[in-house]
């Protein structure tokens, strides 16, 4: 039997279906903690143990990558930012999409070449401005598979992206093509970007050998 309460915020009086409040907080934090123990692992696993944790959670962080907040959810967390804390703390929490895709891209990379599926995904990501220092550090433990994140990421080192010249660095050769967008980086990006982009282009190398 679905409960509704009714709320008073901001001057506006909201409607809370507690039902699917509960039911959205309960698959949050589920999601949450298949994310942090993927993330608590050690980067680029062997196959054995990439290959019997990737059946258990590698659908359920595949769907994270591309987690987008619903109208309902959007309505909560607007709600819960305008009620005290003495009331949301009593309510059960619901985690703003941008979470999820953030820590879902940082525990992707940890199944190394086992997670291939997953590049188009990350390439993605490296247009979000929350998510995409973490889809590119996940392309890089990926490695040679990701390749087709190439174009993605020369993007990104053009839009001054953190860690997406080292994750072209860690493609080697396959991302030779990078290497104008690395040099014109080392010229003119920040500080930071240079130090990223000089190890980009040592890991690269000038040949295939």
């Known amino acids: 039997m679905k ?19 509960w039911f959205v907080a309960h698959q949050d934090e589920r999601l949450d903690r298949c994310l942090v123990e993927a993330i608590s692992r050690s980067p680029g696993p062997g ?10 959670d590698f659908p359920l962080v595949m769907e994270a990558l591309s987690k987008q907040d619903t109208p309902f959810e959007t309505a909560y967390l607007w709600l819960c930012s305008e ?7 009593w309510l059960p929490q ?16 940890r199944w190394g070449s086992a997670a291939k ?22 392309l890089g433990l990926i490695g040679p598979d990701a390749k087709e994140a190439i174009p993605a990421l020369i993007s990104a080192v053009e ?25 014109a980086a080392c010229e003119n990006g920040p500080e ?4 990223e ?10 040949s295939g050998s």
């Open 3 to 21: 409960t509704w309460i009714a709320v008073l915020a901001g001057g506006i009086i909201v409607a809370v279906n507690c039902g699917e409040v």
């Open 159 to 183: 839009e001054r992206r953190p860690q997406a010249a080292l994750a072209l660095g860690k493609l080697g050769w396959a991302a030779r093509a990078a290497r104008p967008a690395l040099e």
């Open 94 to 109: 619901v985690y703003p999409s941008m979470m999820i895709r953030l820590n879902a891209a940082a525990a992707v990379g």
């Open 192 to 195: 930071w970007q240079r130090r």
């Open 117 to 138: 599926p997953a590049v188009p995904k990350l390439a993605r990501l490296l247009t979000d401005d929350v998510a995409d220092s973490n889809a590119a550090l996940s």
């Open 83 to 89: 009620l005290p804390k003495s009331v949301t703390c």
């Open 47 to 56: 196959l054995k143990e990439a290959g019997q944790t990737r059946d258990k």
């Open 197 to 206: 982009s000089r190890r980009a282009l040592k890991l690269i190398g000038s």
